[in-house]
């Protein structure tokens, strides 16, 4: 069972960073692909990035050159860094491991983007 704790959310002004950070248990970390994914009231979730074992990043559209997804294995966790937030970036951030064919997630985190 692998559990993932997510932090660094909050209240943040439009052009504002922050960065969230996912914790994750397992002594095989470095094997996980892990991604962030966002869900905003009444949409279904999405995906933002992803990155794997091997460090090769990926980043939907919507946040290509403002987030970035990275990881530290030695500290069993992958960050989220976000610049130049946007209102439309509101919504509960939620971290993912996928292990072979299981996806686990954490409990999410809130992102608030507003003046």
């Known amino acids: 069972q692998v559990q993932l704790v997510e932090s660094g959310g909050g209240l943040v002004q439009p052009g504002g960073s922050l960065r969230l950070s996912c914790a994750a248990s397992?002594?095989?970390?470095?094997?996980?692909?892990m991604g962030w994914y966002r869900q905003a009231p009444g949409k279904q979730r999405e995906w933002v990035a992803s990155?794997?074992?091997?460090?090769?990043?990926n980043h939907a559209n919507s946040v290509k050159g403002r987030f970035t997804i990275s990881r530290d294995n030695a500290k069993n966790t992958v960050y989220l860094q976000m610049n130049s937030l946007k209102p439309e970036d509101t919504a509960v951030y939620y971290c993912?491991?996928?292990?072979?064919?299981?996806?686990?997630w954490g409990q999410g985190t809130q992102v608030t983007v507003s003046s």
């Open positions: 397992g002594t095989i970390f470095s094997r996980y692909v």
């Open positions: 993912n491991a996928l292990i072979g064919i299981t996806d686990y």
């Open positions: 990155i794997t074992s091997g460090g090769t990043t």
